[in-house]
């Protein structure tokens, strides 16, 4: 089995922080906790070359760094990319994520490195590359090189790779359905049972907690201020021109309501399959207030009502759509020059 | 990062900024507090 | 409380000019069982079909799925309060015909926005080991609707006479004595001879304020819970005809069949008698329309385990669509609070595979979590010769090959307990 391996200044035994900007050197053979990797991997296992590179160059000139890898690889194959073990150093971890989704996308090589779950190479490149849980200490480098060749073995053989607690790897953030003899009912009963009695159970699902937005400024004067009525019960004009759906939507709109002093029911229609929509649809400003809005506007207590209003579905939608729904709301509204928002929500 | 930190609660999920139940006047009178309640979240910086 | 379950195992379904059961074979008499469904003033037409268990065969979309049961007459009501007087359910003696099921069409898809097909019944192929449906004999009641209806009426329409005909079936077995009688140890607060044991309650939603019930719509005791606060129930309520589904079936499955054979309940029933826990009894609730009516509904529901039923701890589950999983978490939030251990179990909302969007709720003590899966698996279902429908449409819709989505394959995904389906994180 041919190993490529990618260390850092320090591991590469170039030297500590003050050679963080070494740039990339490429070795014949094993270097550092290399040779310990190609001993573990099995009789004829052998780390073909050695990436070395700095963790400052790394994170500087990622392009060019994993312009250069790649083309190494392109050159000479290999089996398996391997990069670290990197503990809690987090340029080592961003760059070692990075290489290793690289070499997958680019060469198909399957890779594998290793880090603290703090480390944030790991948020960035979990779910796409094997990490294995290194913990933050670096005297259990042998256990962990163990593992990463252990599960380097397997994705270099195309073996079914087992569960994160199996085989030491970070959850990589995925969901996969499976068919089990007991019914949900008796898990349940279970479950309750054991967490009763005090017994170790494991939850089928673990909550992500999420890092909170930092609150934007208040408004200095309202009267001066440009709003916005933004909605995500799904208010659409009627024959939803931009088709959006009515589940898990991946589709905005946005609506012209300029001279409009209310939104009348024959003009619009939902599409939400949430809720029951009736008493938005006799009335849309039950959903989308621009009645009261357009009263504020004109007795000055705002200073404008964009012209449009903007609409999409939330229902059953994941973030991985909704991430961008909001972004590309938000950078539509930027350009509008607009100061507020009002988001009505069902 | 996910979540909102000026949140102001409505009449419930199917009209959210209305009330099948009111008489029309009423009903616009609710909204227009609602929409205040809103507008005055909008120049405090308290999380709400 | 007492009530005997007195089982037929049933290993066929046949037409005849008269209904009767003969050793484990039943005849199904369809002109009389078309005098039953045709007292719904709505269904205009009826057919009946039968499917068995690996006939190449698909039906739907499903609107819901009955055991055929039957009160031993003077003890008790079927389906009280929707097919008759409000009596308590789970007294005396109801006969059932199992291994059998009822299970009536509909002639629209219940949710555009989710399934074209609706919710299928597929006999035979892959989705089989998934859906305890596929295992019965079912007698498919194919019900046409005067046009022009309100949704409401017809699937009020739908739902009743499907409950009528489940009744009629299982009426034939009466007079036979059956295989064998099932009566569950006493459940009640306040049971003798149970100290020690940990006292446990089943806290279960039965309609989401999503969207208002139909001012007839019979989901309690043929209630339609409108205004309504949660209550206590006795389990065999539950297993002997006080709740049906609501109108619409939501994502995430809930039938008759499983609310009769009810999986928490009977799971519950199996460790009462195993002496593994006092079974105390049980609450049914209701997702909120508001945060007030969330915070109202939770609280009530958390006061009856605490102080009425004095529990130690409680498993959870959810009606409805995504919105109950803030219900759900908070009522067990509030149980974990007042010193009583929960468990709660969650349906499949992650369309994209991933964790961060499998839960909607985030309770630290809330860490007991059942997981419902189904969101990645689709299964392709070759085309069929044999297409039950109630449409052309549907027909030409259901005959294949066609992708279906696990949720959409009823008894795979189910909020009642039965489905086996999990998801793996990794």
Redesign the interface.
Known sequence: MRIAHYLNQFFGGIGAEEHAGKDLEIHDGAVGPGKLLESLMGDNAQVTFTFVCGDNYAVEHQDELTAAVLKKLRETKVDIFVAGPCFDAGRYGVAAGALCRAVQTELGIPAVTAMNEENPGVDLYR?TVYIVDSGINVTKLRDIVAKMAALGKKLAGGEA?G??GKEGYL???????????????????D???A??KREP?E???????????P?????KD?SK?KLVLVTD?GLVPKGNPDRI????ATRWGAYNIQGRDDLRAEDFEV??????????Q??P?????L???R??EKNG??GKLHDEFISTCG???????TRRLGREIAEKIKKEGID?V????? | MVGSNRVVLGTGIVHVTGDAKLPAAEEKELRRRLVQKALDALQSNEKQ | MQLTLAHHPITDLQFGPSAHLDGTVLTVDVAALRQVVLQEASIVDVEFDIVRPGEPCRAGPIFDVIEPRAKEPGTGEDFPGILGAPFTAGMGTTHILDGAAVSVLAEISPDLTRSATGRVLEMSGAPVEASDYASLRHLIVIPHTKPGLPRPAVERAYRIAGLRVAVELARSSLNHTPATCESFDPVGPAESGRDGLPRVVYVGQIFSRQRKPEVDEPILYGANTEGMLPIMLHPDEWLDGAIAPSLHSWFGGTETYFYQNHPIILDLYRRHHAREINFVGTVATIAGSDNFDRDRHCRAAANLVKWNLRADGAVLSKYGGGLPHADLAETARLLEGMGIRTAVMVSDVSRDRRIESALLFNVPEVDAIVYNGGNGTHWQLPRLDRIIAATPEFTKLLTGPLTVDAANIVGVTNQQGASRMKSLVY
């Open positions: 779910d790779i569960s994160p959850r990589r953030g995925w969901l996969r359905d499976q068919l089990v003899d007991k019914s949900a009912a008796t898990r349940l009963v479950m309750l049972l967490k009763m159970f939850s089928e699902m673990p909550a992500t907690a999420f890092a909170p937005v609150i934007p400024a208040a408004l309202l201020a019960g759906e009515g589940t898990a599409s939400h399959g949430g809720y029951d929509t009736r008493f938005v006799q009335d400003d039950r959903l989308v207030p009645d009261a809005l009263e504020m207590i705002i229902r059953s939608n994941p973030l991985s759509n507020a009002i988001l009505t929500s069902t």
